[in-house]
């Protein structure tokens, strides 16, 4: 058997307005001045509070905890009010791979378990992935936790499994976890970070990167 593993913001969901709207009325909740939205985009992947901590350095752990709870609050929000959509070509990928006796589909998230579950429900993807790790359980991307228990849900070896993601912390924690990482184009960080950071190779779209995982199961 292989294992693909899939980040979900800015690889499966393209979650970039619902991300960048949190943050800043989180920031602005806190009385501090909203951030650009390709500073915010770029700790996408990172657990909450990391990303937190390098977005507000300068700032004491109170005005950090306030960012951290006014996010919760705006993204649920919005997310109740509108899914984030997924990319174009992503449940067909997902249902391409899901059909082969060969091939587990997992996840590997810095979002929280509950908003995992709401994604899945919202895009009807139930059913689907044998292992879904979430930042409740692990430290932040790129430590190798959500991928090693991934690895052992699916009972497979690193050699056989695959990370798919759109961020470098995403493929530092490939190599972390003695994993293969394919980047992808349409996400949050540039393809030339992702190659260096490890990336085999950056798929410019679902359809790309279903092929390539084809050949790489093969």
Known sequence: MKLVVFDVDGT???????????????????GLDPLPRE?????????????????????DAAIQARIVEGYRAAFMQARMVQAAPL???????????AARDDILLALATGKSRRGVAAMIEAHGLGGRFVSMQTADDHPSKPHPGMLLTALADGGVDASDAV?????????????AAGMAGFGVAWGYHAPA????????????DFMDLGQALARWAS
């Not at 969901?13 to 920031?27: K, L, P």
């Not at 990319?87 to 391409?96: I, K, M, N, Q, T």
């Open 87 to 97: 990319y174009p070509g992503a449940v067909e990928c997902l249902d391409s791979l």
């Open 193 to 204: 970070a992702l190659c260096a950071s490890g990336a085999a190779l950056v798929a410019a």
């Open 163 to 175: 990370m798919v993601g759109d961020t470098s912390f995403d493929m530092e924690m490939a190599r």
């Open 39 to 59: 500073t915010v985009l770029q700790i996408v992947g990172l657990s909450l509070p990391v990303a937190v901590a390098r977005l507000a350095p300068d700032h």
């Open 12 to 30: 499966l969901v393209d979650s970039q307005h619902h991300i960048h709207g949190a943050m800043a009325a989180a920031f602005e909740g806190a």
